[in-house]
């Protein structure tokens, strides 16, 4: 019942901006550095229209490269569901960013309503080559998240990326387990898991992912 609405057309290292008379009209008018108001009044108009002819249906939009800010001048018509980007459950390891992410993310469920407020979030830091060959995985701190997060959003993406399978299986069904029932019980959701996946291995392997966990909380 979505469609995207999403401008990428700036990088760190290219700004494609427009710079039309009209865009520097509205610039002016409308200060904002990294021209959150002017996209945000572009998202705006097409969520109005679509309300229009398209009853229900609903415009979604990242928080993300050069939309961050909050639109002051604007109001937000709510049928615009915005899926603001943050680190997600890695943040745990780290309380500042965790913090920053959650004040955020309150930000914009007080102006929007948490059933308007989807994450997206990542868990892809091995893949990315900050740190290669580590396997980052962290169930436990995945079920953690979606607690800190339930009274705020509608739920949340988690973006997974990783070098292999192996490491990636149990953190995405833990996932899914977690935002169909934020209310599980993870050690018997972990033991139900190795017992499924690995059979009669089920114990060696579940000491070897407590290791990598154990780890990659170490190293992150």
Known sequence: DEFMVDSMDTTDDNDGRCCCSRCNEFRKKYPCPDDSELRWKVIIDVAQMVKEKHPGKYISTLVYGK????????????????RICVSGPKAI?????????????????????KKNLPLWTYQCACFARTLPGIPD???????????????????MYLENHNLTHTFRNLDVYIFMRAMWN?????????DDYFTGYYGPAAGKVKELFGLFEKNWTQVW
């Open 67 to 82: 939309k961050k800010e909050m639109p002051k001048y604007f109001k937000v018509p709510d049928n615009i569901r915005v």
């Open 93 to 113: 390891d780290r309380p500042a960013r965790l913090a920053a992410d959650l004040a955020l993310v309150k930000q914009w469920s007080d102006l929007l309503g």
């Open 137 to 155: 995985t962290y169930p436990r701190h995945i079920v953690e998240f979606a607690w800190m997060i339930r009274p705020l959003t509608a739920g």
């Open 182 to 190: 934020p209310d599980l019980d993870i050690e018997k959701e972990l």
